[in-house]
């Protein structure tokens, strides 16, 4: 009897350690961080969400830049399915959708495609392009919008980032908060 009552204390112990306390831990630190807590959201004027930093849309319109490509879901960009497409390189639909993709793009041989344009990041939803993928991207998006290819750059260089600071060198924008600042401008 005595090792059932040692045992039940140890099994309270255990429950009120990791679930109560660990619960309450949690909820304690995202108190510090909320933004992070709720999902990083973007949010319009009027307080409706629009988007989170850390999920891809998909653009589609050449006045918006576009951001890599999405192997999630069926459709691609369903933030329900996040994945990889498990295809291997050699596998003749992902070359297929690597080259409708150059095409969509236009490069040529004086004017090759950043290879993340063409490949999807590994859970199929990174809302983040490299600095020289909006670069490449900017002429496409002036155009469309009348704007000024240096105002367009400018937006690209005022919303890039390092991620590691001096251990990423590599600067990263993320594609909706740039096609919301082209937005504002735009109005």
């Not at 002036?142 to 260089?157: F, K, M, T």
């Amino acid at each position: 009897m005595a090792l059932l009552v040692t045992s039940l204390r140890l099994v309270v112990a255990t429950l009120l350690i990791c679930v109560v306390g660990y619960t309450v831990a949690i909820l304690g630190v995202a108190r510090f961080f909320p933004d992070t807590a709720q999902g990083s959201l973007i949010t319009a004027a009027d307080g409706k969400a629009i988007g989170s930093r850390l999920i891809a849309q998909n653009f589609t319109e050449p006045g918006y830049f576009w951001p890599r490509p999405s192997a999630a879901g069926k459709e691609g960009y369903d933030a329900t399915a996040a994945a990889g497409s498990n295809k291997s390189p050699t596998s003749a639909d992902l070359s297929e959708r690597a080259r409708q993709l150059v095409a969509r793009y236009g490069a040529t041989a004086a004017k090759p495609l950043p290879a993340e344009l063409a490949a999807a990041s590994g859970g199929g939803l990174d809302p983040h392009i490299s600095v020289q993928a909006a670069l490449y991207q900017a002429e496409r998006v002036a155009g469309a919008r009348g704007l000024p290819l240096s105002q367009v750059e400018a937006v690209i260089d005022r919303h890039a980032f390092a991620p590691g600071d001096v251990l990423t060198p590599d600067r990263l924008v993320d594609v909706l908060e740039i096609n919301l600042a082209l937005d504002r401008l735009s109005r």
